[in-house]
């Protein structure tokens, strides 16, 4: 089955110091690879996606993500984490392959929230 | 401003009583789809539409139905609302050949 594991349901930060949210999926094939984050309130925003090519990918906010194929892992970093990054995160994947069931849908994780202390 | 929209935000319903909850997107994408959150689970997605008058079931189907008459437009139906359909609701679109889907301010249902 294809799923999609965030192991910490919380993470933990002071301010400055640098983040990690990680992710680790369980699809066949390459699939796309993305982070969304979620503000208290609002709706889903997306914040980068890998396809291809350099496995480092950066995004909105300062936030950038390490893809590993080996270790079918895709986790969020930022250098220095602000206050205003606490939310919860979601990673997600989506199937490449055109006429499989997972072509249409996000397979997504169960959120991580992340919580900054100034 | 490109956006997806969808009314209404909040809503509070009887278990049995109809309701529909509208998904409105102005980016011309063709592909939609409804997801619902719940702790612990992620967002999970119950319908799919590829285009007009094109729909499919995502993995939690019970109890919904939707329909796409106009590419812009994909209403999320219950014809009969029951307590366990409690959730955040989102819809979301996407362009074919886009890889990122872009989602809606939600929509927080609940069922008594």
């Known amino acids: 089955a294809q799923s999609v594991a965030q192991p910490e349901d919380q993470v933990n930060v002071a301010e400055g110091n640098p983040l990690t949210v990680k992710c680790t999926y369980s699809v066949s094939g390459n699939p796309y690879l993305f982070w969304y984050v979620q503000y208290p309130n609002r709706g889903l925003q997306f914040l980068l996606k890998y396809i291809t090519g350099d496995n480092l990918v950066k995004g909105s906010y300062g936030f950038e993500a390490e893809f590993n194929k080996s270790q079918t892992s895709f986790h969020l970093k930022k250098p220095s984490a602000l206050v205003s990054d606490s939310a919860l995160y979601f990673c997600a994947v989506r199937s490449r392959a055109m006429f499989s069931g997972g072509y249409n849908k996000l397979i997504f994780g169960a959120g991580t929230r992340l919580a900054v202390h100034p | ?112």
């Open chain 2, 1 to 112: 401003e490109a956006q997806v929209t969808q009314n209404p935000r909040y809503l509070i319903t009887v278990t049995g009583k109809k309701l529909t909850v509208t998904c409105s997107q102005n980016m011309n994408h063709e592909y939609m789809s409804w997801y619902r959150q719940d702790p612990g689970l992620g967002l999970r997605q119950i319908y799919y539409s590829m285009n007009v008058e094109v729909t499919d079931k995502g993995d939690v189907p019970e109890g919904y139905k939707v329909s796409r008459k106009e590419k812009r437009n994909f209403p999320l139906i219950l014809e009969s609302p029951s307590p366990n359909q409690t959730s955040l609701y989102f819809c979301a679109s996407r362009q074919e050949g886009l890889t990122e889907a872009f989602f809606g301010q939600g929509t927080r249902l609940t069922v008594v």
